[in-house]
């Protein structure tokens, strides 16, 4: 529980003036171990990329990740965990602005017009690339209440981190991939480091001795740390060493990418312990979306990167504070990474700023255990197209995206999928139907339409805008025969 920041006031009745000093400097001096404001704590949040829910060894034994483990034995895990959407750099908006994507406005990656025109029925929203210089970023809140900060690996919100809240970065510009690939010699923002490493250093372990030497040069001031690593994004690269043991293939490479994004997070953890900071560090570890189905499959769950089925949006999401959160404990309740910024400023002890609108909610009280959140609904927008990755094993609606525009929430047991192109709705039951097979739109009309109102009344709280323009270029005969062709 967090100590109140607060004066702290005595009634003395009517003692002699004497009597006042004596009792209050005694009061002092016996209180003060007591009345002391605990040091904020410092914040480490690693985000992962492209990493599903599946895709960490306590959920998937394919998978070796012995530090990600020992984190969820040590803290929280919170079993329904979502991202603020399926792909990359809307999803990372979210988080650093604490806000649903209409309010900022970045809803995919490049264009919102992806996959072939003759396939789109209507033109949709367009897309923000870069998330704006107005919008007050939770780097920028934390830097100004205080906080050392210092961003490392991928950013993908704008040109420089450092003009958005952090003093330190490392790697970090627009691109969404490591350019030049995991191993030094890289391009892009990392290539400051090939004279600095040996050639064939791996990027990751480049940015675990990074965060390492900041640990050490900011022990002594509350820090916040975003190690955003591009693991296990494209390009899938083997890692030697690891990758032997899982075979050969993409597959293999992908899981030697995820072992080595776990040790590096060990050692960043290794060193938190050997500098004393363990007990007032909160260290969150989640991911961006799902992966690519059809590298790693998410089953149960449906789907993966790019998809508003569960397999694109559910992550892993552990969190560690020691000093405040039960090991070992579990939390079943929904929240999303727009809940990350409010968590964060409240474990600080800081206010949200003024004026300052956040969508999500701080998850300090059920990280401490003195209480609970509200029973809320969770959104999801995305007025956009996604082309196919891998046809039919994107296991999405059709070969041919892995979604089309259209809005998703989740109340309870529900997930609830409106589709703009013709309207289509469906509902389904999580509990019996983790993998959203079985449409239950016609069987329970009626908690299909509460919801769909519901959805309504959101979409218009925020303004997102809905496309409905009939997109030009669009040819039906074209997109059947592209739908036979591929057995659909």
Request: glycine share 10%.
């Amino acid at each position: 529980m967090l100590v109140s920041r607060g004066p702290i006031e005595y009634g003395l009745g009517m003692l002699e003036k004497r009597g006042r000093i004596v009792l209050i400097l005694s009061l002092l001096v016996l209180m003060a171990p007591f009345t002391l404001v605990a040091a904020p704590p410092n914040i480490l949040y690693i985000n992962a990329d492209d990493l599903g829910v599946m895709d960490v060894g306590y959920n998937n034994s394919r998978y070796i990740t012995p530090n990600l483990d020992r984190l969820r034995e040590d803290g929280m895990s919170f079993t329904t965990a979502y991202a603020a959407a399926a792909n990359c750099a809307p999803s990372r908006a979210c988080v650093f602005s604490g806000q649903y994507g209409p309010r900022h406005g970045v809803y995919t990656v490049g264009s919102s017009e992806r996959g072939k025109a003759a396939y789109r029925k209507i033109v949709p929203v367009k897309n923000k690339t870069v998330l704006n210089d107005e919008v007050l970023t939770l780097a920028e809140a934390l830097q100004s209440g205080g906080y050392k900060t210092i961003h490392l690996g991928k950013w993908h919100l704008g040109d420089d981190p450092t003009t958005q809240g952090f003093d330190i970065n490392i790697g970090g510009y627009s691109s969404g991939s490591p350019r030049g690939g995991y191993f030094i010699p890289v391009k892009g923002a990392t290539a400051e480091f090939n004279d600095q490493y040996p050639k064939g250093t791996h990027i990751a372990d480049v940015y675990a001795d990074q965060a390492i030497r900041f640990i050490q040069a900011n022990k002594e001031a509350p820090f916040f740390m975003h190690m955003a690593y591009h693991l296990i994004h494209t390009p899938i690269q083997a890692v030697p060493g690891m990758v032997e043991k899982y075979g050969k293939g993409r597959r293999a490479a992908y899981a030697s990418m995820v072992e080595k994004m776990d040790e590096s997070i060990g050692k960043i953890l290794a060193e938190l312990d050997a500098q004393g900071l363990r007990d007032n560090t909160l260290v969150l570890f989640s991911s961006d979306n799902g992966a690519h189905s059809d590298i790693s499959s998410q089953k149960p769950h449906r789907s993966g990167k790019g998809s508003y089925f569960e397999g694109g949006i559910r992550e892993p999401l552990l969190v560690r504070w020691p000093a405040q959160v039960e090991a070992g404990s579990e939390c079943d309740v929904p929240v999303m990474g727009i809940d990350f910024y409010p968590t964060f400023l409240e474990a600080a002890g800081l206010p949200v700023p003024e004026g300052k609108i956040l969508d999500g909610v701080s998850l300090l009280p059920m990280l401490t255990g003195s209480g609970s959140i509200a029973n809320r609904t969770l959104f999801w927008h995305f007025p956009v197209y996604l082309q196919a990755y891998a046809g039919e094993e994107d296991d999405s609606h059709d070969p041919l995206f892995r979604t089309r525009p259209g809005s998703a929430l989740r109340q309870g047991k529900w997930k609830f999928h409106e589709y703009f192109e013709d309207g289509r709705i469906e509902l389904y039951d999580l509990e019996a139907d983790p993998g959203e097979r079985s449409n239950l739109a016609e069987l329970h009309p009626e908690k299909a339409d509460e919801l769909y109102q519901l959805m309504k009344i959101w979409r218009d709280d925020l303004k997102a805008a809905v496309p409905s323009k009939p997109n030009p270029h669009y040819r039906e005969a074209v997109e059947l025969k592209a739908l036979n062709e591929s057995g659909n």
